[in-house]
T-cell receptor
Framework: DTGVSQDPRHKITKRGQNVTFRCDPISEHNRLYWYRQTLGQGPEFLTYFQNEAQLEKSRLLSDRFSAERPKGSFSTLEIQRTEQGDSAMYLC???????????FGQGTRLTVV | AQSVTQLGSHVSVSEGALVLLRCNYSSSVPPYLFWYVQYPNQGLQLLLKYTSAATLVKGINGFEAEFKKSETSFHLTKPSAHMSDAAEYFCAVSENTGNQFYFGTGTSLTVIP
């Protein structure tokens, strides 16, 4: 297993378009997290899954954002009607159990033009 | 509620000098604490973690951190800086009843030759 994988690494989209990102966690990890990171800031929590269940979403998360983890393995994060403020690095992480360390992917950098 | 404060958004040290990056946390219950490093356009890599065992934690690349409950601190140190240590460093906290990690705003470390 080579770690957490994210695809694509970079995405440039026009404002108003929908985008979808994919995350493949470490195979035995049951917890999967999505974070957003803007320039000069630390990662900001978006949502988290335990197996296929989405157990928590940030109150900051717009209704335009949706995440799924249909079979408890890979996850997708979709942003509808993108806005320039959505430009950021989107990080996925996975962990085996609660409060064990999270392993991060290399992120997807989204630029909305 | 948990939070993390990293004092000093930018730290510069000479090669071979001591590295000290500060982290203070706020948590209503005993926390789990982590230090991550991030290189440009990369995800986060775990340096070390504190999970209520030994208060002095040793990590990768010669880094270590000491948990001080009385000071609510978890400062990161390295005796001798290398050029390759130049990166962004993030402190994170997770409560033993929590489901997510809270990150500080990061400290950018510059190593001067």
């Amino acid at each position: 297993d080579t770690g957490v994988s994210q695809d694509p690494r970079h995405k440039i989209t026009k404002r108003g378009q929908n985008v979808t990102f994919r995350c493949d966690p470490i195979s035995e990890h049951n917890r999967l997290y999505w974070y957003r990171q803007t320039l000069g800031q630390g990662p900001e929590f978006l949502t988290y899954f335990q197996n296929e269940a989405q157990l928590e979403k940030s109150r900051l998360l717009s209704d335009r954002f949706s995440a799924e983890r249909p079979k408890g393995s890979f996850s997708t994060l979709e942003i509808q009607r993108t806005e320039q403020g959505d430009s950021a690095m989107y990080l996925c992480a996975s962990s085996f159990m609660m409060n064990t360390e999270a392993f991060f992917g290399q992120g997807t950098r989204l630029t909305v033009v | 509620a948990q939070s993390v404060t990293q004092l000093g958004s930018h730290v510069s040290v000479s090669e071979g000098a001591l590295v000290l990056l500060r982290c203070n946390y706020s948590s209503s219950v005993p926390p789990y604490l982590f230090w991550y490093v991030q290189y440009p356009n990369q995800g986060l890599q775990l340096l070390l973690k504190y999970t209520s065992a030994a208060t002095l934690v040793k990590g990768i690349n010669g880094f270590e951190a000491e948990f001080k409950k009385s000071e609510t601190s978890f400062h990161l140190t390295k005796p001798s800086a290398h050029m390759s240590d130049a990166a962004e460093y993030f402190c994170a906290v997770s409560e033993n009843t929590g489901n997510q990690f809270y990150f500080g705003t990061g400290t950018s470390l510059t190593v001067i030759p």
